[in-house]
């Protein structure tokens, strides 16, 4: 059992920054690939990045490559989202994911567990 909760959200102005934090239970938190998704006002949930046990294995969704970068540090059971760039349609519920599998994890669907989420707002 893990469980994750996200932290770093709020407001900032098209072209800022903002780091977001998922902070995970549980001593096995390695074992797991992490990533970020995100669900925008009336759209679907989207990918956003995903990391492997070890901190590699990382791969973006089309939309933040270049802009965004995921890490982790299995010492303090923590996985980050670096955003940079941020542009207005970037505004989402940003939910950090955990999962022992990394095929299929972009998909969303069989990823076992999920944070809260976290609100990121971006003005234009």
């Known amino acids: 059992q893990v469980q994750l909760v996200e932290s770093g959200g709020g407001l900032v102005q098209a072209g800022g920054s903002l780091r977001l934090s998922c902070a995970a239970s549980g001593r096995t938190f390695s074992r797991y690939i992490m990533g970020w998704f995100r669900q925008a006002p009336g759209k679907g949930r989207e990918f956003v990045a995903v990391?492997?046990?070890?901190?590699?294995?990382?791969y973006y969704g089309d939309s933040v490559k270049g802009r965004f970068t995921i890490s982790r540090d299995n010492a303090k059971n923590t996985v980050y989202l670096q955003m940079n760039s941020l542009k207005p349609e970037d505004t989402a519920v940003y939910y950090c994911?955990?999962?022992?599998?990394?095929?299929?994890?972009?998909?969303?669907?069989?990823?076992?567990?999920w944070g809260q989420g976290t609100q990121v707002t971006v003005s234009s």
């Open positions: 994911a955990a999962d022992p599998n990394y095929t299929d994890f972009a998909a969303g669907s069989l990823v076992d567990y």
């Open positions: 990391i492997n046990w070890s901190g590699g294995g990382i």
